[in-house]
């Protein structure tokens, strides 16, 4: 093994920082061999089979491409949990974690009705129903692959939550939701303009759906899914949103203008403004 280990690391060199090619040398391993990172540390005297070999070449190959190792590995792990991560689907990202852990925060309610929209991988709906007890979650996407994937994720997680079609923007197809004490999205937000400045990973192979929005309407997501909670939101219900750090300040006018309250943003941990709390109606 001791020999593949150099050749990985001569093959990712120059591409990825060293502290980033360890860390995904032993993320190849842990899935192909399921080692923990101590096992890891311990076996590399031992021999690689042939079919190992040749699989630990796709990867390379793959990762030389600037392909996520989320979906290399067809796997990821958001707020403790595993998730199926696969192309096509948006990867969950660290700072979401952050929202989910302030919803779980705030909770108050016995048995609060969250709902969660573009849910993607299913990663926020399937973790607040994990851990905010008595919970009922909805979750619904635009994208059938997404519902699909969320649908598994919650199986694999050993939850149910309702996952079905919804297009915001259009608001179809016609569903009757239920009086919901919470809204949570993490919408496309990133302009078209700023695709320059994306990494090659993200933009070469995440969903555009999923994280792009017109320069000139920057807040169009935002704008319908906060119409949206004036309609479906119980009074005092809480909205939360995951926002572009260039667009606090307009998303807070955005909510005071169409009567929302008690409106908190929060920074990331790499303090960014990235995060969005109201409440439906005066307090």
Not at 46 to 65: A, C, H, Q, Y
């Amino acid at each position: 093994m001791k020999a593949a280990l150099t050749s990985i690391r001569k093959e990712l060199a120059g591409i990825f920082p060293k502290a980033e090619i360890d860390s995904l040398v032993f993320l190849i391993f842990e899935k192909m061999k399921g080692y923990s990172r101590t096992q890891f540390l311990l076996s590399t005297e031992e021999i690689l089979s042939e079919d190992e070999r040749i699989e630990l070449e796709k990867m390379v190959t793959r990762l030389k491409n600037h392909e996520p190792i989320q979906y290399i590995l067809g796997q990821t792990e958001f707020y403790g949990l595993p998730f199926y991560s696969l192309p096509g689907v948006l990867i969950p990202r660290p700072e979401t974690e952050e929202l989910v852990q302030w919803i779980i925060q705030e909770n108050s309610l016995l048995q609060p009705c969250i709902l969660d929209m573009g849910t993607g991988t299913g990663c926020i709906a399937i973790s607040l129903q994990k851990n905010i007890e008595h919970a009922t979650t909805l979750a619904c996407d635009i994208s059938p692959l997404c519902i699909e994937t969320a649908q598994r994720n919650a199986k694999l997680n050993g939850i149910e939550i309702s996952v079905f079609e919804y297009d915001i923007l259009n608001n179809t197809p016609n569903i009757t939701f239920p009086h919901l004490d919470v809204i949570v999205s993490n919408p496309p937000y990133v302009r078209e303009s700023e695709k320059l400045l994306m990494e090659r990973n993200v933009l070469e192979h995440e969903p555009e759906l999923a994280l792009f929005v017109a320069d000139e309407k920057p807040l169009i997501f935002y704008e319908r899914i906060a119409d949206f909670a004036h309609l479906h939101l119980k009074s005092q219900g809480r909205l939360y949103f995951e926002i572009n750090e260039a667009f606090g300040e307009q998303c807070v006018e955005m909510l005071q203008a169409k009567g929302f309250s008690d409106i908190i943003i929060r920074k990331d941990i790499h303090g960014k403004d990235r995060m969005i709390r109201s409440v439906v109606g005066r307090s």
